[in-house]
């Protein structure tokens, strides 16, 4: 059994159901710390639910080099980001085995986090410890941002971290995420973007009667109908070479009083718009608006934008990564902006590079989560050979 299996199974044994840490952190602190990281706890959120984040960072050590220039060039920071929490279990007696106590049958690791995504964290630490101890004089500040807070609201997590690095002037260069994100096997896909999420709810207002005597109400869901036509045919933009086009979809419909006699007062709405780099929140906004001005709807409208759209265009950090997979198993990955959010879209606004690779996501949430063995030491060797590129990168531009 590898190193990265067993710590796997050691972050699986602990029950981090959002927002609890569980202890996850507090294993990975201390293989950090005998690795020469300075690791800072920061826990947000309320007391009776406080969330877990840790920021451990590795600076390169210069100070002993001979170089004469060396203070006069900036040295690169990579970032393994990630997350310790995990989804509720669901019901247990519809696992195959206990979902917080690891279980190993026909090449597979179960458990609850197993792809989503202990086993990215694992192989996270086992390729830092394999690269540091080939390379301990090493000119790339390594550092790793754990939260507990990203199955859930995700408000009190990576987004604050990334607050206050961006606050003392932290420089983050590349990061790379571990979200699963394979389709088949690891390195097949990885995404080097995420669309933007938002999400409002619109109250139309209407007047409440008998049905029996329309012309005495105003039905608002009538008078609603026209609106949600439009808005379901429109194109909102075209997309781009990464992005598909923005889409606009409802998710729920609420009215009337459960009578059957009765015509509503009120119809609300809850709708989500994901949304690609070439729309923005005001926009997209403007455009809606519009259409509930045209059929003169009497409405309250209130908005939440869960986040930004990121791209990272094919350069430095998708060049060593689509090096890395390719070395490792022989795969051409492609380049993905599909998916729902993640925490990169927090990350993105302090570092101009991130990208998520990690193992497949075929039984993420669902009942009896599992990740093939066969594709977790490949996830640690491309983490370990991203590692050593950069910082041959980095012995380049110190040269």
Known sequence: MGATLRLAEQLIACASVTPADAGCQELIVRRLVALGFECETIVCGPVDAPVTNLWAKRAADTANRADADINNIATKTLVFAGHTDVVPTGPLAEWHSAPFKPSLRDGKLYGRGSSDMKASLAAFVVAIEEFLAATPDTRLNIALLLTSDEEGPATDGTVQVCHRLKARGEVLDYCIVGEPTAQERTGDMIKNG??????????????????????????????????????????????????????????????????????????????????????????????????????????????????????????????????????????????????????????????????????????????????????????????????????????????
């Open 194 to 399: 995420r669309r933007g999420s938002m999400s409002a709810r619109l109250t139309v207002k209407g007047v409440q009667g008998h049905i029996a005597y329309p012309h005495l109400a105003k039905n608002p869901i009538h008078l609603l109908a026209p609106a949600l036509a439009e808005l379901a045919g429109t194109q909102w933009d075209n997309g781009n070479a990464f992005f598909q086009p923005t889409s606009w979809q409802v998710s729920n419909i609420h009215a009337g009083t459960g009578a059957g006699n009765v015509i509503p007062g009120a119809v609300v709405l809850d709708f989500n718009f994901r949304f690609s780099t070439d729309s923005t929140p005001t926009s997209l906004q403007t455009r809606l608006t519009r259409v509930l001005e045209k059929y003169e709807l009497d409405y309250d409208l209130s908005w939440n934008v869960g986040g930004l759209p990121f791209l990272t265009t094919p350069g430095t950090l998708v060049d060593v990564v689509r090096d890395a997979i390719l070395a490792e198993t022989g795969l051409h990955t492609q380049l993905s902006t599909t998916g729902g959010t993640s925490d990169g879209r927090f990350i993105a606004e302090i570092c101009p590079q991130v990208i998520e690779l990690g193992p497949p996501n075929t039984s993420i949430h669902k009942i009896n989560e599992y990740v093939r063995v066969a594709d977790i030491e490949p996830l640690k060797n491309i983490y370990r050979r991203v590692l050593e590129s950069l910082d041959h990168l980095e012995q380049q531009a110190h040269a």
